[in-house]
């Protein structure tokens, strides 16, 4: 008898399949909603190097997007979970001493509002929407309404606005009415970029339908070059559990799961503005990678029979084999309650490669604490002037990252709270044990970031390295700053709900926001898929007193104890080679390259931006460049790229 061995996500996939295969007719129980097939979507196609964009000479006066002002939910009295236990409150003078967080080791300007892109002016409006993501090779940067191409090193490879892209390509709205919120996202599983963004006409100031969600998917890993599959999706279609014609999907989010690519947004109805429920939606991976006919499902969750708000899918972190979800699985949905003091999370399972599911609607609320949710607005003070900034509210902050270290899954989360009218706006952030796909109602950790009681931090976004340290990136500002960039961390060894590492400024600001109170709408702290070790991190800064002139920056830090997993690639195409990896394991001591025997039978590439030691002998013939060569020996690999060519390793 033969045996097949599936890998990765495709073992994943495999079983998950199995477990998911629920009955169509589950849904009709109470707590379930069935998600419905999406009208099927032919990729347009972008087949030329972004860098060949055209580019239009910048208008002495360019002209912004309509201004759209941040949409909130209903405001609802809230109460404590009868489990809740009361946060130790710091003492002043009394703060647990802080070790050293990492420095910086790439600190360089993102982009800015006034800005050259390819297709005009790079930013468009007011507040930035700063996100990006970083894959092995690249870092890609969004704000309202572009889109930025670096590398590593923080070279600028493209910019090029949202429209930009699309332009020609005939898809609706997509092609010319681009309105912002962007994303970025790199899927690890695939090696795949994905650009996400809203599109929108207006009549009267006001938005109309239809409402249209545009998704760009890297057709190699080479976001530069490669090409791009262009999804346009209708996300107001009307139906049995969809959202009704005439619903805007605001503050749309989205996270990479092995089956789906998950997305959420808040509905509003158009005009008016009125909060109207939830959407929920999965794309198929398979489809969005390889540019088929596009498998997709959505629902739409009513206001206020369901009383949810800023609900985010979880974000898979890593690609080792290890580093995926128990089998069967499904994605994590979380927000912050609306009626207990709580975060909620839910469950959607999916079937038939994504074209249809059951969304479980009743969570699992794990307790938190208390704060004054009423107090969360136009709250922040800045040196310089007396307009105060916005602090965007409780809301849950992106991305919901789902981390796996050995047999332990969990989610981490992060959002703003304040105590009271006389506080300081602080992040609570909170890991939640989702291991085997239980979730637990009871926070691992769980703590109020409060390293002084004069410095609002908000904005925040977190994550998690393979070994269990997390970083936490924010906005600072007081009445004696300037608005900020800031992050703090915890190594997976310390004491349990504390960031003990001390807060390290990636830049300070120079100058106010005036004029407007807008800010954010978030920021964006990724994982480097190359060692899975290094953070990077962007947000928005002023480096001037300015209405809406904002500035960015990039960075990335790395713990010094995290090793990282060496990665082999294949000169051909640069993508990663199956298998070589998992021969490679770092230590015992720091920065040393433990090697087990293994062959390459093509060139291969090591691309790291710091040392390899390879212990034992060294053979002068390692860069051979034709037949059969054999290492024995030390070897340091310094920054930058080595080939090697059909050796090996012993």
Not at 51 to 67: F, V
């Amino acid at each position: 008898m033969s045996a097949v061995i599936l890998c990765g996500a495709e073992a994943y996939a495999a079983a998950s399949e199995t477990v998911q295969a629920a009955p169509d007719n589950a849904v009709e129980e109470p707590g379930l909603v069935a998600s419905m097939p999406g009208d099927p979507v032919v990729p347009y196609e972008f087949n030329d190097d972004v860098r060949n964009l055209p580019y239009y000479p910048l208008k002495s006066t360019a002209s912004d997007k309509p201004y759209r002002p941040l949409l909130r939910p209903p405001s609802r009295p809230r109460s404590p979970l009868p489990s809740y236990e009361p946060e130790p409150l710091p003492i002043s003078g009394q703060i647990v001493p802080f070790a050293a967080m990492p420095a910086s080791l790439q600190n360089f300007v993102g982009m800015s509002k006034t800005d050259a892109c390819s297709g005009g002016q790079c930013g468009s409006g007011y507040p930035p929407d700063t996100n990006g993501d970083v894959g092995p090779n690249h870092y890609i940067q969004a704000v309202n309404a572009s889109y930025a191409i670096y590398d590593k090193a923080g070279n600028l490879q493209a910019s090029f606005t949202e429209d930009n892209l699309w332009a020609g390509s005939g898809a609706p709205q997509c092609d010319g009415n681009s309105m912002g919120d962007p994303i970025v996202v790199y899927d690890p599983l695939a090696d795949r970029w994905i650009l996400s963004h809203f599109a929108f006409g207006y009549s009267g100031g006001q938005p109309v339908t239809p409402f249209y969600q545009c998704i760009a998917v890297s057709k190699t890993s080479n976001p530069l070059s490669g090409g791009w599959w262009l999804y346009a999706l209708q996300m107001d279609p009307g139906g049995v559990n969809l959202p009704p014609v005439g619903t805007l999907q605001d503050y749309p989010k989205f996270g990479i799961w092995p089956d789906c690519l998950y997305m959420s947004a808040n509905e509003f109805t158009e005009p008016g503005d009125t909060f109207a429920g939830t959407l929920v939606a999965a794309f198929s991976r398979s489809d969005l990678i390889s540019g088929n006919t596009l498998t997709w499902s959505m629902l739409f969750l009513p206001y206020p029979a369901y009383n949810i708000f800023t609900m985010i899918p979880s974000n898979l972190l890593g690609s080792a084999p290890s580093s995926l979800p128990s089998s069967g699985s499904p994605n994590y949905f979380v927000s912050e309650s609306q009626s207990v003091f709580g975060f909620e999370v839910r469950r959607f399972v999916t079937r038939n490669d994504c074209a249809s599911g059951t969304f479980y609607t009743t969570p699992v609320t794990v307790a938190q604490s208390t704060y004054d949710y009423n107090s969360l607005g136009d709250v922040v003070p800045q040196l310089g002037t007396t307009i105060k900034l916005d602090a965007l509210g409780d809301r849950l902050m992106q991305k919901v990252q789902f981390r796996r270290v050995g047999s332990d899954e969990s989610l981490w989360v992060v959002h703003s709270v304040r105590p009271d009218t006389s506080s300081t706006v602080r992040p609570e952030w909170a890991e939640i044990d989702v291991t085997g796909g239980t979730v637990s109602s009871t926070a691992v950790q769980l703590q109020t970031y409060v390293p002084d009681t004069t410095i609002y931090r908000w904005m925040g976004s977190l994550a998690v390295d393979k070994d269990g340290n997390m970083a936490l990136g924010y906005s600072t500002s007081s009445s004696t700053s300037y608005p900020g960039i800031a992050y703090s961390g915890r190594l997976v060894t310390d004491d349990p709900s504390t960031l003990p590492q001390a807060e390290t400024v990636l830049i300070a600001g120079t100058g106010p926001q005036t004029g407007i109170s807008r800010w954010g709408d978030y920021s964006a702290m990724s994982v480097d898929p190359s060692d899975d070790c290094t953070f990077w991190y962007t947000n928005e800064y002023f480096d001037s007193s300015s209405t809406s002139n904002w500035r960015t920056r990039i960075g990335s830090f790395r713990f010094p104890g995290c090793n990282p997993s060496a990665l082999v690639r294949r000169t051909s195409d640069s993508s990663p080679h199956s298998g070589i990896g998992a021969a490679y394991s770092m230590g015992p001591a720091p920065g040393t390259l433990q090697l087990q025997a293994i062959t390459f039978y093509e060139d291969a590439v090591f691309d790291r931006g710091f040392n390899f030691i390879l212990d034992g002998g060294y053979n002068s013939t390692f860069l051979s460049n034709s037949g059969f060569t054999g290492i024995h020996g030390t070897l340091t690999i310094a920054s930058g790229t080595v080939t090697i060519n059909k050796v090996s390793l012993q």
